[in-house]
């Protein structure tokens, strides 16, 4: 039995859809290869599937551009024409957009101002004076958030002061405490061996004299 004819339609499945592109497309491949192997053809494949991948076949011995360059001077149609001229236009808006951004910045430092009348004057005066207004803020803001953060390095180091000098004190009571305790030792000593060699002394003599 036969195989039954497929309607040729979108598959509406998303899976099964992406499973046909991938069997058809190494089914066009190798017919491709088949072409240029049997036939000594020049071909050319470019396919990409619904998620934007590309598959390309180019035959050996020639690249896309000389087979893109051949194909222009055959059909007499220029493919990179179209696309140069929308690089140019895009390429001349943006200088056209460059031109005006430095106008307006000259403008700012008080350049090119012959061409702008009254009501554009006055809404440049206005812009610079809200330009200053910002700046001016942006420099108080920042000029607080130094000071502060200077006021807590200041406090951290009066308070380190504070320890240290406290400590320092601290160490002077103990070292001024311990040298008058050896001191007082030493002088009870001192007083404690001279009398008892005076009373010795005195013993003697006492003897002596009896």
């Not at 195989?3 to 190494?26: A, D, H």
């Not at 149609?77 to 005006?100: C, F, G, R, S």
Request: with cysteine.
């Amino acid at each position: 039995m036969g195989r039954g004819k497929i309607e040729i339609r979108r598959i509406e499945n998303s899976t099964n859809r992406q499973v046909t592109y991938s069997k058809r497309r190494t089914g066009i491949l190798k017919k491709a290869k088949e072409l240029t192997v049997l036939c000594d053809a020049e071909v050319s494949l470019i396919m990409f599937s619904t998620t934007g991948k590309l598959t390309e076949y180019i035959s050996p011995n020639t690249t896309m551009k000389l087979f893109f360059d051949k194909y222009r001077k055959t059909s007499e149609y220029d493919i990179w024409q179209p696309h140069y001229e929308q690089m140019q236009m895009n390429l001349k808006k943006l200088k056209d957009i460059n031109a005006k951004l430095r106008r307006q910045i000259g403008q700012r430092i008080g350049e090119d101002l012959e061409d702008l009348n009254i009501a554009e004057l006055r809404g440049l005066e206005q812009q610079i004076d809200s330009s200053l207004r910002i700046v001016s803020q942006r420099k108080y803001s920042l000029i607080h958030t130094q000071t502060e953060t200077s006021k807590k390095k200041i406090k951290q180091l009066e308070e380190m002061n504070t320890n240290l000098l406290h400590e320092y004190e601290e160490r002077i009571e103990e070292a001024y405490a311990f040298s008058n305790h050896e001191a007082m030792s030493e002088v009870f000593a001192f007083r404690l061996q001279p009398t008892q060699h005076h009373l010795g002394a005195y013993g003697l003599h006492d003897l002596r004299l009896g």
